[in-house]
């Protein structure tokens, strides 16, 4: 049984409201076992024999049939969040910056972002494999920062999302402890 990490894209935030018992209740008729939620703005952690393609799809389609949204999710093993959190160089406790991670589960798509957040100029990035960039904002001013904005758009909207390195670093402690 392998041990995933599912990252929601966009719930509790413009009208998408889930709770996360509701959540964990409504994956209780899909192939998971110990379900575990974190925080309010989806991040799950779960074990299945399901592969990581099929833990996505199964995990969207209960989104879509229990909450009725058009959801999408990044779905990550759990060795590998623990190695993006410990490449990323930025650092998880710093009081000028936060540290976030964009993940994605189209390659094509965090490239094309990654290379508009080199145009932008003056934003501080790096790679960390195909399925995942880092980047800085400064303290208090991620949401009006330039990548912040270019990340949010649309187009982005079905194959990335973004965490904090802090929040990373709690999914992949509590992904340890199933």
């Known amino acids: 049984m392998n041990t995933y990490a599912v990252f929601l894209r966009g719930i509790n935030v413009g009208g998408i409201n889930i709770k996360m018992a509701e959540l ?4 209780k008729a899909y192939p998971f076992s110990d379900v575990k939620t974190l925080l309010a703005s989806g991040n799950v952690v779960l074990k299945s024999d399901l592969s990581l393609k099929d833990v996505k799809a199964q995990f969207e389609k209960c989104l879509r049939d229990s909450f009725g949204y058009d959801a999408w999710v990044v779905v990550l093993t759990s060795s590998r969040v623990a190695e993006l959190v410990d490449a990323c160089p930025y650092p998880a406790d710093d009081k000028t910056t936060h540290s976030y991670i964009t993940l994605a589960s189209d390659r094509n798509m965090l ?32 949401l009006e ?8 758009k649309p187009r982005y909207k079905a194959s990335t999302t973004t965490r904090n390195l802090r929040t990373l670093v709690k999914v992949r402690d509590a992904a340890s402890d199933l």
Not at 145 to 152: D, T
Request: charged share 20%; proline share 7%.
């Open 111 to 142: 490239d094309e972002l990654f290379e508009a957040g080199e145009a932008l100029g003056g934003v501080e990035q790096v790679r960390l494999g195909p399925e995942a960039s880092a980047w800085l904002s400064p303290a208090g001013g991620t």
């Open 24 to 27: 964990k209740s409504a994956l």
């Open 145 to 152: 920062s330039p990548f912040s904005k270019l990340s949010a």
